[in-house]
């Protein structure tokens, strides 16, 4: 198998796609000549045509909105945002049209959004931000959040598969920086069931996208404590793998909620306040959220590296609920 | 000034053949329109009887231009029109007890109950349902058409909206994006003149709203929208110009909503001479008196439609007020697709 990066695996599970479908197209601001701000589509443009790789003017409500006309007439459309926070803009399109269409007209609306999400590296409060939260609270939607370059290769495939509107959060964080084997063939990932990325007994973390490495990282230093640390990558925020969830909060009896998105109204507090509803005698500690604080994602390094949580910060809930 | 082009009135008999109708087709378009106002009508009767749950809106004023744009439209062409556009509805073909089950929050509207009173359409008969967003649908049309566009198919797609409408940043994004890709879309600005109670010059500065598709590189035309021939060989030309490559055009019809916004307002605001002028150029007796003077509807085919139109619509009230309320296990139902709900004309 080879060896990509989890950037070079999104390229990867598109080009397949677009390859095997003819009904799929990627249009978005950019992607075409230039291969997207990211260049996740570089090369595209070449082998499929400038009218399956459509260079968009800056015009999110209308890039999404296309989508969803071309969706219903029969295509396969992927729309890229330049930046997941872009993605404000097209908010009527995608809560209002696309996401309702199915419910009250019947008429399913199967597109896929990519959204370039997470912060890192001083992007600030409008080129950083995780959205997953206000959109997997929207009813129709579906929200993928891949950690590993085999999910997001996988998941980006069941992405365009669906027959729904689909938010594919691509962490920007993990584009060069995460790399392993993906196979070349094409293959799904399903949406809504979880990943243990790591087995453990005594503490659970639930987590997914970028976190997923800093609990990695944590999870390690409590192997030196003498505490074994299960982390599970939920992978798609909406629908989500409750079960999972459940069945690692009953074996380790103790739950640290992880996410990046500020904290408030996270969609941690929803898998912490289900956890306490449906296991709660199964616990042996309160469930811990560990996210964002509730403010715009600052630019400079000190204040940006307070805003995410980082792996000091995951350590010291471990240790806490260890020792509860 | 005014830029776009300002549509003269349809004369002859002739000039409507040569536009695409003959004389049994004329008589047709008259069956719609009576069944469009007719429909409207009859629900805002069911309002006062307390059966229509919500609001009540209708187009009256508007069912010639929206007959009009319909009737121009292929039978493999798209459309999203709106609250005022009834007239779209039924030249497309929806049976009319559906229209009056969607009404009332029946299980065999449309939506099922799910949503109400305009907010619908059978995607079998190429409509998409609009939502309450105005200008949401115009990008959706757009996208219609790119698609088309995409497959090298020659389907034309219209997108309706209003003056009001036109003040937001869809219509301005769905039109920029139909102009640098000279895609095959007919936008159609329904211009009634007074967006709920918003008169036009607060809402937009140029003349005529049409007048803004210079600046998106297609051509705008303005028509007097209660006259139906003219606004359908206005549509006409514009769709087979979308439909040869010639990409977008924008038609603004002008109309007066003879209405309040919907049911509750008596439209207080609208100047009592305004009506009573636009009055006078009723869209349905216009196009009545033009087939009597042009294409001699005699008294008994006169007779013979309107008879059949009120067959239709009673027979059409009678089946929607048998037709049950949603049971409330349909709730939860369909918020999210099945792979199976693809199976349609359209999503193959």
């Known amino acids: ?324 | 000034m005014a830029i776009a082009r300002e549509a003269e009135p349809v004369g002859s008999l002739r000039e409507v053949r040569e536009a695409g109708l003959d004389r049994e087709d004329l008589l047709g378009v008259y069956r719609n329109l009576l069944l469009t106002r007719g429909i409207e009508e009859r629900g805002h009767i069911l309002y006062r009887q307390g059966k229509i749950p919500g609001s009540f809106y209708t187009g009256r004023g508007n069912e010639g231009a929206s007959v009009g744009v319909a009737t121009a439209m292929g039978a493999d062409d798209v459309g999203t029109p709106l609250h005022r556009d009834m007239g779209v509805h039924v030249v497309r073909g929806i049976e009319p007890w559906r229209i009056f089950a969607q009404y009332m929050g029946r299980a065999d509207g449309p939506t099922k109950g799910k949503d109400g009173n305009v907010h619908m359409a059978d995607s079998n008969l190429g409509l998409i349902a609009m939502v309450s967003h105005l200008p949401a649908m115009l990008p959706v049309a757009v996208g219609c058409a790119l698609a088309f566009r995409i497959r090298d198919e020659k389907r034309v797609a219209v997108g309706w909206f209003g003056e009001g409408a036109s003040a937001r940043g869809d219509c301005h994004e769905a039109m920029t994006l139909a102009g640098v890709r000279k895609l095959p879309v007919v936008f159609v600005c329904d211009n009634n003149q007074w967006a709920y109670s918003t008169p036009s010059h607060l809402e937009f500065a140029t003349e005529h709203v049409a007048d803004r598709a210079d600046a998106y590189g297609f051509e705008g035309i303005v028509v007097d929208g209660t006259d139906l021939l003219a606004v359908y060989r206005e549509a006409r030309r514009a769709i087979e110009k979308a439909r040869a490559g010639g990409g977008p055009t924008l038609i603004e019809s002008v109309t007066l909503r003879m209405e309040g916004h919907a049911v509750h307002d008596d439209a207080f605001y609208v100047p009592k001479e305004m009506f009573e002028k636009w009055a006078e150029n009723d869209p349905l007796e216009r196009f009545r008196t033009w087939l009597r003077q042009n294409a001699d509807m005699s008294d008994e085919e006169e007779e013979e439609i309107s008879g059949e139109v009120k067959k239709i619509l009673n027979d059409a009230l009678k089946r929607a007020e048998e037709s049950p309320l949603p049971d409330i296990s349909s709730l939860r139902d369909g918020v999210y697709a099945t792979p199976e709900d693809l199976d349609t004309p359209h999503h193959k």
């Not at chain 1, 080129?127 to 999910?151: M, R, Y």
């Not at chain 1, 069931?193 to 987590?207: N, Q």
């Not at chain 1, 793998?241 to 408030?264: F, G, I, P, Y």
């Not at chain 1, 306040?273 to 509730?294: N, S, Y």
Request: hydrophobic share 40%; aromatic share 8%; charged share 25%.
């Open chain 1, 1 to 324: 198998m080879p060896e990509l990066t989890y950037l070079q695996a999104i390229s990867d599970g598109l080009r397949t796609e677009m390859r095997r479908d003819k009904r799929v197209f990627i249009i978005g601001e950019d992607v075409g000549v230039y291969g997207g701000a990211f260049k996740v589509t570089l090369g595209f443009q070449e082998e499929f045509g400038h009218w399956r790789v459509i260079d968009a003017p800056l015009a999110e409500t209308a890039i999404v909105g296309a989508c969803t006309g071309a969706a219903i007439m029969g295509m396969r459309p992927v729309a890229e945002m330049q930046f997941a926070d872009f993605i404000s803009c097209a908010w009527d399109q995608l809560v209002t049209v696309a996401a309702k269409q199915r419910y009250r007209a019947g008429t399913p609306v199967p597109i896929t959004v990519r959204l370039p999400s997470g912060g890192g590296f001083s992007g600030g409060p409008f080129h950083s931000q995780n959205p997953e939260s206000s959109f997997a609270h929207i009813p129709g939607l579906k929200c993928v959040c891949p950690a590993t370059p085999e999910d997001a290769k996988g998941l980006l495939i069941s992405a365009i598969e669906d027959p729904n509107p689909v938010l594919y959060f691509e962490h920007k964080h993990l584009y060069r920086r995460i790399k392993a084997e993906v196979p070349e063939e094409r293959y799904t990932v399903p949406l809504g069931k979880a990943r243990v990325h790591r087995e453990g007994d005594d503490v659970s973390v639930i987590t997914w996208g970028a976190m997923v490495y800093t609990a990695e990282e944590a999870a390690q230093q409590l192997d030196g404590d003498g505490a074994s640390v299960e982390i599970l990558d939920l992978r798609t925020v909406m629908p989500w793998d409750k079960a999972a969830v459940l069945e690692s909060a009953r074996k380790t009896s103790k739950v640290l909620v992880l996410h990046e998105d500020t904290r408030t109204g996270g969609f941690g507090a929803e898998i912490a306040a289900t956890i306490g509803e449906e296991a709660f005698e199964d616990l042996d500690a309160p469930v811990k959220r560990i996210a964002a604080p509730d403010t715009p994602v600052p630019f400079s390094p000190p204040l940006e590296k307070a805003f995410i949580p980082q792996v000091d910060d995951v350590v010291a809930g471990l240790r806490e609920l260890v020792a509860y």
